[in-house]
């Protein structure tokens, strides 16, 4: 933090590769085993005060043993689950779509707690759009419900595109709308979204902001519905794309080092 005392002598040591391109870290890459690192690299992750992009596999465990970590702790435990982060902005009492997960059998009532159409979402590990339906009627429902347990089941907002806000530490890096294709309800970039600078609105920008803090996330995409004039909380992306940051002019990474080497991360 700005005004601590100086970090402590000896290399950065990051395992994940986003920092691979800069000499101020000693990049040693995730290794499912620890055995397979070699005996100085061993030592190097023990003796770290700090360790970047420590990946889920290591993340809860270094943590666990009192080491610093960033991104932070729940940067890793989020990404990719849906369901955690519905029950993370449920217990913030932040704003977003009306959201339910059915296990087994509860999968039976969808369509007692929502109208068609509605959004039905793979929970985990699904990312750029994919996993993600917009269900029209009973039959594709049912062709849903058969290839998801848990099934994750959001109302639908009629927009044609979304914000995402990039934030990093407690900062706002950058800001755009994600214009969806004609015909296409989904807004991801890698699936033909075109970006817009201009005139996002504030309100998502500061809820973005808020809900990162609150969610202990310092390097995150947070996607934002905005409708009638109010923001909603769509989800959180650990691993968002840096193209949007770039067309602003932004290296994600090299902001990063930046910020690190600064100790305002």
Sequence with gaps: ?????????????????????FNEFLTLGVKPNFADYSAREKELIRAA??????????APL????????????ACHLLAGDKIKQTRMLELLGLPHP???VYFGSQRSRVLQDFTLPLIA????????????????????????????????????????????VVVIGKQTVCAYWRQAQHGEFRHNLALGAQLD???????????????AGLCGL??????????????????????FGLRGPKQAGIDIP????????????
């Design 218 to 239: 310092d390097e995150v995409g947070v996607d934002v519905a905005w409708l009638n004039g109010q923001a909603k909380l769509i989800e959180f992306n650990m691993k």
């Design 98 to 100: 009306r959201t339910r």
């Design 197 to 211: 600078f201009a005139a996002v609105p504030q309100a998502a920008v500061d809820l973005a902001v808020r809900a």
């Design 121 to 164: 979402k793979t929970p985990r590990a699904s990312a750029l759009g994919r996993g993600v339906h917009l269900i029209r009627d009973n039959a594709a429902l049912q062709v849903y419900l058969s290839r998801n347990d848990p099934a994750y089941i959001q109302e639908y907002l009629p927009m044609e595109r979304d914000i995402r």
């Design 254 to 265: 090299a902001y990063v080092v930046r910020e690190i080497m600064a100790e305002r991360l």
């Design 62 to 73: 270094l943590h666990a043993m009192g080491k610093s970590i960033y991104p932070s702790l």
């Design 49 to 58: 005060p700090r360790i970047f992009y420590p990946s889920l596999a290591y």
């Design 1 to 21: 933090m700005p005004g601590s005392s100086a970090r402590p002598p000896g290399p950065l040591v990051a395992l994940g590769a986003r920092l691979k391109r």
